[in-house]
């Protein structure tokens, strides 16, 4: 039987970490495991008739709505299971303090008390576990490092401004402020410092000035978001290329003092149609690929401009994927998260900030308002205007095919399996989905019709097996190239999970000779 040849091997530093991988989904294109088919354009697919590929829309969840009771704010903020504690937690900034709160259940949220930990400058409140030094205010977000090579799981990325900055870079010759210092007598407002601040257990917290991420090559403005890419075992942090410069440009690293050339990966285009930014992209594994969702900032104004960059108007995001990493596509141009009702928190505002991946859906976590960005709101809304938002989302329902009317159908590309079992993710409570298989030259395979096949009707399922009447799995097919042929008829179909490999002619002509494709771990899957 054909095997991969030279199969790249998991990270093996991630497992060491515990209680800090957020439950996402780690897949690896190139190795011998499950993985997911999602469908998130049309490249999989060789034929299709009366279909189309639809943007999935997360559900708003009113019970997971948090608003702090010392800032009348909810944070956003990275959501992880704490294993120690056994409970999910959240550490979030607010004006450079940062507060943890926690939950049973990921849903329903309280304030953590720490009362023996007084940050400087005093305690804030019960939760008040540290604040960025006052001779200078920072921002950053957390970073949850899966590998923490360093001995810190938890990381800060921080933009370091004033007086702080302009004592540390007079004292030090070789900072790239220094000459500077003998220039102005005080901190200048273009003096920063893209430093990150670094925790052995997210509560007591130092600095590594060494930890430089812009290495003087880019001056970005807050916010800015870290993953941690899989596929290349590095670093990638996302932020602006300049101060007031709304796109998305991605820098990587190993060890976080050597970064890789900061590089465009998303821009509003002509297609948009209209005058939009971008002001901030978290971005998170999910499965062998990658999941943005990046602040659209509908900022235009038949007033004109009245300051250097526009900065009013509502902010909600437009879902972003990414096979690797490294390249970044918008499937639609729609908002992916709709803003709430008048009145609500979120009706103006929404920017998700984190996500958790369990076995049965996805939880978006959002900072929220109900004014939109740079605008004023009436005092009687203020008090408890902004908060953290819960929207949730069906496993691998970012994107999903239906049908235009009644029966559709779609043929995949070519591809081979390595091993015989494969189920299929999909909605199907007044429908019904049937699969066949065929040959690369698109010839049906005996025993694997749609008359054979065991069906998926009148039902829903995250893992509805693919079977046949007298085939109990695709096993005998180890090692052929095949297709799936698909109809249905009211239904969903999500993706179809599977130890697979989409292949080309030279793979195709490998395997009929018997021998191991040789590399099966590049461009995604």
């Known amino acids: 039987m054909p095997i991969l040849a030279n199969t790249p091997k998991a990270d093996p530093k991630i497992s060491k970490m515990q209680g800090l991988d957020f439950h996402v989904n780690r897949e690896y294109t190139g190795k011998r495991m499950p993985k997911t088919m999602l469908f998130w354009d049309y490249w999989k697919i060789h034929e299709m008739n009366n279909i189309e590929l639809v943007q999935g829309k997360p559900e708003w969840q009113p019970e997971g709505t948090y608003v702090d009771p010392y800032s009348n704010r909810g944070g956003g903020g990275r959501v992880f299971f704490d294993e120690p504690s056994g409970k999910w937690r959240k550490i979030w900034q607010n004006a450079g303090h940062f507060f943890v709160t926690e939950s049973e259940d990921g849903i329903r949220w309280k304030p953590v008390p720490f009362p023996e930990i007084i940050p400087e400058g005093g305690k804030l409140a019960t939760h008040h576990i540290f604040s960025f030094p006052n001779e200078g205010p920072a921002v950053g977000w957390l970073y949850l490092d899966p590998v923490a090579a360093d001995g810190y799981p938890y990381k800060i990325p921080v933009i370091e401004k004033k007086q702080r900055v302009y004592d540390r870079a007079k004292a030090d010759k070789k900072h790239r402020w220094h000459e500077l210092t003998k220039q102005f007598d005080g901190p200048r407002l273009h003096m920063d410092d893209h430093i990150m601040y670094v925790s052995k257990d997210g509560i007591s917290w130092e600095i590594k000035t060494e930890y430089d991420w812009s290495l003087g090559r880019i001056y970005p403005e807050e916010p800015h978001f870290m993953f941690y890419n899989h596929l290349s075992g590095k670093h990638s942090l996302v932020c602006r290329p300049g101060l007031g410069d709304r796109r998305v440009v991605l820098t990587s690293t190993e060890d976080f003092k050597t970064?890789?050339?900061?590089?465009?990966?998303?821009?509003?285009?002509?297609?948009?149609?209209?005058?939009?930014?971008?002001?901030?992209?978290?971005?998170?594994?999910?499965?062998?690929?990658?999941?943005?969702?990046?602040?659209?900032?509908?900022?235009?104004?038949?007033?004109?401009?009245?300051?250097?960059?526009?900065?009013?108007?509502?902010?909600?995001?437009?879902?972003?994927?990414?096979?690797?990493?490294?390249?970044?596509?918008?499937?639609?141009?729609?908002?992916?998260?709709?803003?709430n009702p008048p009145g609500q928190i979120g009706c103006n505002s929404i920017r998700p900030e984190g996500m958790v991946v369990l076995d049965d859906e996805i939880r978006i976590y959002s900072n929220a308002s109900m004014s939109a960005h740079g605008t004023p709101l009436p005092d009687q809304l203020k008090e408890k205007s902004r908060g953290m938002l819960l929207h949730t989302l069906r496993r691998d329902g970012f994107m999903y095919f239906q049908?235009?009317?009644?029966?559709?159908?779609?043929?995949?590309?070519?591809?081979?399996?390595?091993?015989?079992?494969?189920?299929?993710?999909?909605?199907?409570?007044?429908?019904?989905?049937?699969?066949?298989?065929?040959?690369?030259?698109?010839?049906?395979?005996?025993?694997?019709?749609?008359?054979?096949?065991?069906?998926?009707?009148?039902?829903?399922?995250?893992?509805?097996?693919?079977?046949?009447?007298?085939?109990?799995?695709?096993?005998?097919?180890?090692?052929?190239?095949?297709?799936?042929?698909?109809?249905?008829?009211?239904?969903?179909?999500?993706?179809?999970?599977?130890?697979?490999?989409?292949?080309?002619?030279?793979?195709?002509?490998?395997?009929?000779?018997?021998?191991?494709i040789m590399d099966t771990s590049r461009f995604g899957s």
């Open 403 to 516: 049908t235009k009317g009644f029966w559709g159908q779609f043929l995949t590309r070519p591809f081979t399996i390595f091993n015989g079992e494969f189920s299929m993710n999909a909605e199907a409570v007044t429908g019904e989905i049937k699969v066949e298989v065929r040959s690369d030259k698109n010839h049906l395979i005996d025993g694997y019709s749609f008359d054979e096949f065991i069906p998926l009707k009148f039902n829903d399922s995250l893992k509805h097996p693919l079977q046949w009447q007298n085939r109990r799995n695709l096993s005998e097919l180890i090692g052929k190239t095949i297709r799936f042929n698909v109809k249905f008829y009211n239904a969903r179909i999500y993706s179809f999970t599977g130890d697979y490999h989409f292949v080309d002619a030279h793979d195709t002509r490998r395997l009929n000779d018997g021998l191991p």
């Open 259 to 339: 970064w890789s050339e900061p590089r465009l990966i998303l821009q509003p285009d002509l297609i948009d149609g209209k005058i939009l930014e971008f002001y901030a992209m978290p971005t998170f594994p999910y499965g062998s690929n990658f999941v943005g969702f990046v602040w659209a900032s509908h900022f235009s104004n038949s007033e004109g401009p009245d300051f250097q960059v526009l900065h009013k108007g509502p902010q909600n995001p437009q879902l972003v994927l990414s096979p690797d990493g490294e390249y970044f596509v918008r499937p639609v141009r729609e908002p992916f998260i709709d803003f």
